[in-house]
């Protein structure tokens, strides 16, 4: 596995959006990973729409073709670390935003996202550009 997808990019591929999908169909065969933290960003989409469960039901499909890391004590503590240097430097970003970058940084993964300005705050964070 290379590349960890950030949330705005699965939401651009469920919006059948061509530069999403085609940047996931050009990098699927380096093996693509999702945070547990972007499910809860993706899912939240679910509940704006008019059947929920519907919507969560696609989501679940779309989300089966990537393998899902879940957060574990070391990929906290990378968080934690990050978050106390953000929060000092007055650069401080969402903590599903660094719980996304920690996921990446512990697993050696580049993170695939349009958020360039918020996690270029990370150093250590590899970025696909």
Known sequence: MS???DSDVLVDGLLGRPAALDLVAR??????AVSIASYGEVFEG?????DP????????TYLDDFAMIPLTDPIMETFARIRADLR???RLISDLDILIAATA?????????????????????????
Do not use: C, M, Q
């Open 88 to 90: 000092g430097s007055g």
């Open 27 to 32: 990098l699927r065969h380096h093996g693509l």
């Open 3 to 5: 590349y960890r997808v």
């Open 105 to 129: 940084i512990h697993h050696d993964l580049t993170l695939i996202t349009r958020n360039l300005r918020r996690f270029e705050r990370i150093p250590e964070l590899s970025i696909h550009r």
């Open 53 to 60: 469960h519907l919507r969560l039901a696609r989501f679940r």
């Open 46 to 50: 679910a509940f704006k729409a008019t």
